[in-house]
Nanobody, 115 residues
């Protein structure tokens, strides 16, 4: 079973940047489209960015132009570079496959945007 471990979250001021990482165990990582999801308090988990096995990307309108997803298949890792962060980006961020989450969810990484 593939395990996902997210890291890189923290407290940042509005307008700041963070880079999240998601390390996956298992060699099947490279053949899967991956995504970053987030869940804010009291809200449903939502997909914010995805990347195909070949590197094609897609973004939710709310993060387009500010977030960049990338992957390193040799390291079984997917990244999320987040710039121009806003308070509404505050959430726990998770990675998993897309279009549906096929692996068990990791613990996520908390991102808090506040002055």
């Amino acid at each position: 079973q593939v395990q996902l471990v997210e890291s890189g979250g923290g407290l940042v001021q509005p307008g700041g940047s963070l880079r999240l990482s998601c390390a996956a165990s298992g060699s099947i990582f490279s053949i899967n489209a991956m995504g970053w999801y987030r869940q804010a308090p009291g809200k449903q988990r939502e997909l914010v960015a995805s990347i195909s096995s070949r590197g094609s990307t897609d973004y939710a309108d709310s993060v387009k132009g500010r977030f960049t997803i990338s992957r390193d298949n040799a390291k079984n890792t997917v990244y999320l570079q987040m710039n121009e962060l806003k308070p509404e980006d505050t959430a726990v961020y998770y990675c998993n496959t897309v279009p549906s989450a096929r692996f068990d969810w990791g613990q996520g990484t908390q991102v808090t945007v506040s002055s």
